[in-house]
């Protein structure tokens, strides 16, 4: 609700600056944020890093499984020879103390597992906030100095969308936008052997 809301502001700001006096005075530029942020190559490179330490916390979820697999088999294997009439009684209270102790290891694994689990997306989750936050300010930061060099007042994203998903700005001219000029900027320090896509695409 609070996001329509401020989208709505935003529109109804917008189109009041646009219909004042002061639009002779304005100048207005547009970029859209969706391309800049999916085509820096920082983005990608942080993507990367976020899907090698989710495959390494999917590996070890798997192996604490394994564990527990292996547990269950030895805890079946005990729990069919604690009945075993060769055995003595005092094997045969071994046997079940182990089984006892397996059964224990067992319901542990499988709260290791949850709470890893739980740990593990979470960790994962505020680790892509973070890499998202820092690369939008990196990307504002080049937006505000080529919109303070080129004279602009106000600046649109053209990719912003509404509460129902559909375009805020349905018509907006080519004329000054910066899409591809913040994107050069943004890739020009990208290593050579980052693949970055070319500024006019």
């Not at 269950?72 to 103390?97: C, F, G, H, L, Q």
């Not at 224990?104 to 593990?120: G, L, P, S, V």
């Not at 509404?162 to 020009?188: G, I, M, W």
Request: charged share 35%.
């Amino acid at each position: 609700m609070n996001i329509m809301v401020g989208r709505l502001g935003l529109v109804l700001i917008v189109t009041m600056l646009l219909s004042s006096p002061a639009l002779a005075q304005m100048r207005v530029g547009t970029v859209d944020l969706g391309k800049l942020f999916d085509n820096y190559w920082k983005t990608k490179q942080a993507q990367g890093v976020l899907k090698e330490r989710e495959a390494d916390m999917v590996k070890e979820i798997k192996n604490l499984i394994e564990d527990g697999r292996k547990a269950k088999e030895a805890y079946d294997k005990i729990m069919s020879e604690v009945n075993d009439p060769v055995v003595t009684s005092e094997e045969r209270e071994r046997r079940k103390k182990e089984a006892e102790d397996k059964l224990k290891y067992m319901k542990n694994q499988e709260e290791t597992i949850a709470q890893y689990e739980r740990q593990a997306r979470a960790t994962l989750g505020e680790q892509t906030r973070r890499m998202r936050e820092n690369i939008l300010t990196e990307i504002r930061a080049i937006i505000d100095a080529k919109a303070k060099s080129g004279g602009f007042t106000l600046i649109i994203d053209t990719a912003a969308e509404s509460a129902a998903r559909t375009p805020v700005f349905l018509y907006v001219t080519k004329d000054n936008d910066l899409t591809q000029d913040v994107l050069k900027e943004l890739n020009a320090a990208a290593p050579a052997e980052t693949s970055v896509p070319s500024p006019d695409k």
